[in-house]
């Protein structure tokens, strides 16, 4: 028992419901419960006796006292909680000097209970630690039978945790897939695709991005308590009406703390790299430039030897044209390094332009300080790896170390970056609560290549690459998880999955709620994983590139059979390549594709690299499984509704006044940690 109290008036403190939200807060209730009627002055002790439901987090259940016991419900638990928060009032002021010591030791036991309460809570959510790699082929990995690359420690990983077989990215390109990714919902529902054209985020200058109504997982778990942390690529948006606003950085979505490039790597980040970034429009731009420079250039010879009759006022206003035309567009082309290939810590410009060769190290070190300041609390740290991504920065330690010329030697540097994070993982004694999750956020691009042969990634057995949304080999990606003893270690799972299943599925685990004002395409994977589901809990997946509906897959669950129809594909160059070699990537529509009617019918379950189409003479079934997915499409068209492009032109282009700059527009120049130099 407690020992008496005189009686005093109290605000119920906020009661978590079991799903996360505000019971009841912020009334007035007397020690028996009864509500307060306004202006009473008497005093009346609040020794609330205090239920709790139990929770069940990733199978984990809770006895009322803080105690975890796995797969197991227990009875609902009740015991004496105090309860003794006083309402701030000068009238509760002057009286607290009156209240005898044996009330003070309530407060202080009150405090001391809540205090536990609130720790209980935190053990039950672990820290959450997502790496996604850049552009990596599901091929280049040894646990998905690679032998001549050395992936030593996501092979440890995939053999201490759960392997996704058929784990697929929901685009084929950089931008779309992470938007996806972070929010749970295909990327043309918040207006990161395209109809023609770009396909990803062009500039960090521009204004199109992320829109702030999206809700990432980062944001959910902000609101549970949890420490956000992004370090590496970003590539959603950072501004979109001045250069200070952030409407699309990370800090505005959910994350706490970022830092790494919010673009992406690309040629034109290392010094002398040939162009990559819109390398075409680039081209035609100088060409044109060319042409009016020449023949003003003619007129102004003309002139001059008297063979044409124009006054010396037009040649000049001309001249002064092609001059403005050149500087409209050098200054956004000609300085792409300055522009985007830049690092930031949160708002902040710390790098610009940055220097490949330091950055992996810092990403790394930026990693392990993150862990380290917050192991004491739960946190979610999304490392997004710059690797694999061209230009390929590797260290000099690991040049010339793989089979694989410079793309193997950045894909084992990645696996010792991999190896360092887990490292600090387990250093810090979080490995048991960590809850960790390997990806990639599409295939390997085929059509990366030099003089010295291929810069992208291997596919495996997968048809196609990056900027492919039909064929196997451009969404198809690693999916690797562990948290040791909860879910099993060594275990394959062969079920459809996608990227956008990770958004709920960190939701759950977590303790928060899956939004319900939205469409969300991902599904919980806590089931699948944990092995208390058989299958997953998609029937259908649709793949898209850009705005259009290349494929959409079936998995018939009672006879196991796993079905895929493509309705449009890329047209490869040369014919029969595997890839559109005569430029950098595939396209999504008109003449580069080719639509097909009937459309094209795969059994993945039997041939999984999608080299045998089917047709009525040798599918039976062939016609009762095209309209059984035609009439799914329907019904996934019935969810999609029109939102503002967020790559068209106006969202697309470079606008100075958006462009993150240290130091004066457009004197942008800085080092590590903002220091001004000479670059």
């Avoid at 309460?117 to 646990?143: H, R, V």
């Avoid at 996806?180 to 990803?200: K, P």
Wanted: with cysteine; hydrophobic share 35%; aromatic share 8%.
């Amino acid at each position: 028992m407690f020992p008496a109290a005189p009686s005093l008036w109290v605000r119920l403190p906020p009661v978590g419901s079991p799903r996360g939200r505000k019971a009841r807060s912020g009334r007035l209730y007397s020690g028996k419960g009864r509500e307060a009627r306004p202006g009473r002055q008497g005093l009346s002790p609040l020794i609330q006796p205090f239920r709790e439901r139990p929770t069940e987090v990733a199978g984990l259940v809770t006895d009322g006292v803080g105690r975890r016991y796995p797969d197991k419900t227990l009875a609902r638990s009740s015991f004496p909680r105090p309860v003794l928060v006083c309402e701030q009032s000068e009238q509760r002021d002057q009286r607290l000097d009156a209240i005898p010591w044996d009330s003070l030791w309530v407060l202080l036991l009150c405090l001391l209970l809540r205090t536990s309460e609130l720790q209980a809570a935190n053990a039950l959510k672990p820290n959450i630690l997502l790496i996604m790699a850049d552009d990596l082929g599901i091929g280049d990995l040894g646990c998905y039978g690679n032998d001549t690359l050395r992936t030593p420690n996501i092979d440890r990983l995939a053999e201490e945790g759960v392997k996704l077989t058929q784990h697929l990215a929901a685009a084929p390109v950089c931008t779309p897939s992470r938007s996806s990714f972070l929010t749970g919902r295909h990327s043309f529902r918040s207006g990161m695709e395209a109809d023609d054209g770009y396909r990803v985020l062009q500039w960090n200058g521009g204004s199109g991005g992320l829109p702030a109504n999206e809700t990432t997982f980062a944001r959910i778990l902000q609101q549970q308590g949890y420490a956000t942390g992004l370090i590496g690529k970003w590539h959603q948006g950072v501004n979109c009406e001045s250069r200070t606003d952030h409407c699309h950085h990370p800090l505005n979505h959910g994350f706490d703390y970022f830092y790494g490039m919010p673009f992406t790597l690309v040629n034109d980040c290392r010094p002398g790299g040939s162009p990559e970034l819109d390398a075409v429009t680039r081209a035609r731009l100088r060409l044109y430039t060319q042409m009016a420079a020449l023949g003003v250039l003619t007129v102004a010879v003309g002139k001059t030897c008297g063979l044409i009759s124009v006054s010396w006022k037009v040649v000049l206003g001309a001249a002064g044209l092609v001059f403005l035309f050149f500087v409209t567009w050098y200054a956004s082309f000609g300085f792409v390094r300055r522009w985007n290939c830049i690092l930031m810590r949160n708002h902040d410009v710390t790098e610009q332009p940055m220097v490949l060769e330091t950055t992996a190290g810092r990403m790394l070190h930026e990693a392990v300080s993150y862990i380290e300041r917050n192991k004491h609390r739960p946190f979610l740290l999304f490392v997004s790896l710059l690797h694999v991504h061209i230009p390929l920065a590797t260290t000099k330690h690991f040049l010339g170390k793989s089979q694989h010329g410079l793309y193997g030697d950045n894909v084992e540097e990645m696996d010792w970056l991999v190896g360092e994070i887990l490292k600090a993982v387990e250093v810090n004694g979080l490995k048991n609560t960590t809850f960790t999750y390997f990806t990639s956020d599409h295939g390997g691009h085929l059509e990366a290549r030099d003089e010295h042969g291929q810069l992208g990634g291997w596919n495996g057995i997968f048809r196609g690459g990056k900027g492919m949304g039909g064929w196997e080999g451009g969404i198809r990606v690693p999916g690797i998880f562990r948290w040791p003893g909860v879910l099993p270690a060594g275990r394959v799972m062969h079920e459809p999955t996608s990227l956008m299943d990770v958004f709920p599925t960190v939701v759950q685990l977590g303790g928060g709620d899956v939004p319900q004002d939205r469409v969300i395409d991902g599904r919980s994977l806590v089931p699948l994983l944990r092995g208390t589901a058989e299958h997953s809990a998609h029937e259908f997946l649709f793949h898209y590139c850009g705005k259009y509906l290349h494929a959409a897959r079936w998995h018939e669950k009672d006879s196991g059979r796993l079905w895929k129809v493509h309705y449009m594909t890329p047209r490869f160059h040369p014919e029969g390549a595997g890839a559109c070699y005569d430029r950098r990537l595939c396209p999504c529509s008109g003449d580069g594709v080719t639509q097909h009617s009937p459309p094209l019918l795969f059994d993945l379950s039997r041939d999984p690299s999608e080299a045998r189409p089917l047709s009525p003479g040798s599918e039976p079934r062939y016609h009762v499984v095209v309209a059984r997915v035609g009439e799914a499409v329907k019904q996934h068209r019935r969810t999609l509704s029109p939102v503002p492009p967020q790559f068209s032109l106006s969202n697309i282009i470079w606008k100075p006044w958006l462009q993150p700059c240290c130091g004066t527009f457009p004197l942008c120049a800085c080092r590590q940690d903002g220091d001004p130099s000479e670059t």
